[in-house]
T-cell receptor, first 114, second 115 residues
């Protein structure tokens, strides 16, 4: 158990819909990252938040957005969903120090868009 | 974007054999990490490397940060059935202005062990 909690574990929704994925980082970690894992693209970095503020942006679509709340939990919002958005979405967190590079991953949310 | 070339894509080995996999990049990374992912789970951190030339062990696992900072390898000695899974290399880069990206991952090495 990494200590990173993600909900829900599975999500099935229709094209055009909007969903919210939730992540609670490990106790004491200030950084939260979101990654997307698909068969064709592999694991891709989407976005990072540090103590409530956006710190780095990766290959995140404009239809996707995230935020980190004062209690440090984070949400990833996916809107106008397309079939190609079906993937595993992982949240990871890291502690200050060592450049915050040692990321610990949650179990993921499997999103299926039908 | 940056690409990490991880090889081999898959390995079929006998229990007890040693395993070696590697990752190369066209760009320099400040940190190299190795993760293992089991079906239905998130990646689990195995080893993190912070300095060019660094050699680090974690039980039967040994990883090295290449001196060019563009490559890394992972060795597993005396493989056992629970070593089955997908192994990912990942690189992390910091920028001179203080910024950084998230991790860049390789496509993974699928390790299959035949008893």
């Amino acid at each position: 158990d990494s200590g990173v909690t993600q909900t829900p574990k599975h999500l099935i929704t229709a094209t055009g819909q909007r969903v919210t994925l939730r992540c609670s980082p490990r106790s004491g970690d200030l950084s939260v990252y979101w990654y997307q894992q698909s068969l064709d693209q592999g694991l891709q970095f989407l976005i990072q938040y540090y103590n409530g503020e956006e710190r780095a942006k990766g290959n995140i679509l404009e239809r996707f957005s995230a935020q980190q709340f004062p209690d440090l939990h984070s949400e990833l919002n996916l809107s106008s969903l397309e079939l190609g958005d079906s993937a595993l979405y992982f949240c990871a967190s890291s502690a200050p120090g060592r450049g915050e590079t040692e990321a610990f991953f949650g179990q993921g949310t499997r999103l299926t868009v039908v | 974007g940056q690409q990490l070339n991880q090889s081999p894509q898959s390995m079929f080995i006998q229990e007890g054999e040693d395993v070696s996999m590697n990752c190369t990049s066209s760009s320099i990374f400040n940190t190299w990490l190795w993760y293992k992912q089991d079906p239905g789970e998130g990646p689990v951190l195995l080893i993190a490397l912070y300095k060019a030339g660094e050699l680090t062990s974690n039980g039967r696992l040994t990883a090295q940060f290449g001196i060019t900072r563009k490559d890394s390898f992972l060795n597993i000695s005396a493989s056992i059935p629970s070593d089955v899974g997908i192994y990912f290399c990942a690189g992390h880069r910091r920028y001179s202005g203080g910024g950084a990206d998230g991790l860049t991952f390789g496509k993974g090495t699928h390790l299959i062990i035949q008893p």
